[in-house]
């Protein structure tokens, strides 16, 4: 995979960013289990959506749902044992000036905030959360938001998601997209490639910044 120059890096966060996969989890299993749903499709279909979307989704557009994501929202808000930041993450922030990455995540701001402190990772400026946007991942708006707060054109920005939702956001918003999860199926996706954080290599240049993915990814 050839490696491509970018202007600006939007990141997803949980899953990209920081591991939170056995808080999430839990809770979606707590919560199929109280409705008899497929745990296992529902957390399928959870990661990297807004919370309330999802409810709705299972429950209804009503008062249940809504309280059901508040009662979410406060577990995870209270449960930030086991959630640690993804390697490679630490570093390939520190190399990034504030106004040339973004934070996209379909956690509530103050969630994104908990966490982000949480596991020592910094807090840009440019921080897109659920509380911003009308339509969540998979739609493209958040990333087409945080490109446009960023002042820099989509088409070059690199997106680096883990789930099939955000990835689906990426590509709709017209950035390129770096997969950080080597087990998406991104079968017959324009993505740029596929692999871990740890693996991507920055490099800051005149023209942007150079990404150079490993050799053989997908």
């Known amino acids: ?18 591991d939170s996969i ?21 957390s399928a279909r959870a990661h990297g959506r807004p919370l309330i979307d999802n409810m709705i989704h299972y429950l209804g557009d009503n008062e249940l749902a809504r309280k059901e994501a508040e009662l979410f929202t406060q577990i995870e808000l209270s449960t930030l044992d086991g959630v640690v930041a993804l390697p ?18 379909s956690a509530s701001r103050e ?3 908990r966490r982000m402190q ?14 911003d946007v009308q339509q969540g ?22 997106v680096l998601e883990d789930a099939p939702a955000g990835i689906q956001a990426g590509l709709a918003s017209g950035a390129r997209v770096l997969v950080v999860n080597d087990h998406a199926d991104v079968e017959g996706l324009a993505v740029h490639g596929v692999c871990r ?22």
């Open 1 to 18: 995979m050839n490696p491509i120059t970018v202007q600006a890096f939007l990141f997803d966060m949980d899953g990209t960013l920081i």
């Open 118 to 131: 949480a596991v020592g990772l910094p807090l840009p400026s440019t921080l897109i959360t659920a509380d």
């Open 137 to 158: 991942k998979p739609h493209p708006q958040p990333y087409l938001l945080a490109a446009q707060k960023l002042g820099v054109p989509i088409e070059h920005c690199l």
């Open 197 to 218: 954080l740890s693996e991507v290599e920055v490099v800051a240049g005149e023209g942007g910044f150079e990404v150079r993915p490993p050799f053989g990814v997908r």
């Open 88 to 105: 490679g993450a630490a570093e390939i922030l520190s190399i990034l000036p504030d106004a040339a990455w973004a934070l996209v995540t």
């Open 22 to 42: 056995a808080v999430v989890d839990r809770v979606l299993r707590d919560f199929s289990a109280k409705y008899g749903l497929d745990p296992d499709e529902v």
């Open 111 to 113: 969630l994104a905030l």
